[in-house]
């Protein structure tokens, strides 16, 4: 009787074993995951990583934009890229999940655009700033001594 013993001893080792290779190859998976979004022109191109945070950013050297379009566009490619890396994080979560796992759950949910705020000052209406050359740590709570 002490071989069967052993045999299950075994046959739960070798298990576990599958299970951490299989769980090492899914990390690999995971961590490779990429997303790349372009402008309807392909001037602006963002890649971003497994989750989501911006790995490349390529601009065309003839990209004719104003700053406050170039940006919002960034920030548009780039949701757009996270939620595709998402998808396809959830899929490879999906195929070592138990049937009818959410891979979101373990995920979250996709990345959602973070509202701008549109009403910035033109430069001819901000308040002069003071250069002086007295120390911040001089200044009181107004920021004047």
């Excluded at 995951?33 to 790995?55: I, Q, W, Y």
């Excluded at 406050?68 to 757009?80: D, G």
């Excluded at 959410?102 to 996709?110: I, N, V, Y």
Aim: aromatic share 2%; glycine share 6%.
């Amino acid at each position: 009787m002490p071989t069967d013993h052993r045999t299950q001893v075994d046959e739960l080792v070798a298990e576990y074993r599958r299970n951490r290779e299989r769980l090492a190859g899914t990390r690999r998976d995971l961590a490779a995951v990429t997303a790349t979004a372009s402008s309807d022109d392909g001037r602006v191109r963002v890649v971003v990583g497994p989750r989501g945070e911006l790995t490349d950013l390529v601009l065309a050297d003839d990209v004719r934009m104003r700053p406050a379009e170039l940006a919002a566009t960034i920030v548009r490619l780039s949701v757009e890229a996270a939620r595709a890396a998402a998808e396809r994080s959830a899929d490879v979560l999906a195929e070592v999940l138990p049937a009818g796992t959410d891979p979101e759950l373990l995920l979250g949910p996709p990345p959602e655009a973070v509202p701008r705020n549109e009403t910035r000052p033109a430069d001819d209406e901000v308040e002069d700033e003071d250069f002086s050359d007295a120390s911040w740590l001089q200044q009181g709570p107004t920021g004047r001594t």
